[in-house]
């Protein structure tokens, strides 16, 4: 599995920005993404980027106010969260998916606590 690490969580007040950054090692990976869970809910697929191509996927929810980017020679991802939301408060986790095999996302990283207050 892809050793997964992310940082630049925290608490911040309705309207601000955090960026999240995660750092990968191991083997090699086709996609990462973030995922998030509130508390008492599901786990929610935030954003993704592909690894090889500019490809990226935001959920409804976040789009025009997240921005996804990677640097592939650093084997770093982040996120940009601006005009953050009390319903944006998550344990955010970066993930990777190794292959097309593995059907889906494969590796985890620990998690960020982000907290909006309103």
């Known amino acids: 599995q892809v050793h997964l690490v992310e940082s630049g969580g925290g608490l911040v007040q309705a309207g601000g920005s955090l960026r999240l950054s995660c750092a990968a090692s191991?083997?090699?990976?086709?996609?990462m993404g973030w995922w998030r869970q509130a508390p008492g809910k599901e786990r929610e697929y935030v954003s993704g980027i592909s690894w090889s191509v500019d490809s990226v996927y935001y959920h409804d929810s976040v789009e025009g106010r997240f921005t996804i980017s990677k640097d592939v020679a650093k084997n770093e991802m982040y996120l940009q969260m601006t005009d953050l939301k009390p319903a944006d408060t998550a344990v955010y986790y970066c993930a990777a998916r190794t292959s097309i095999a593995a059907g889906d996302f494969d590796s985890w990283g620990q998690g960020t606590q982000v907290t909006v207050s309103s």
């Open positions: 191991g083997p090699p990976f086709i996609l």
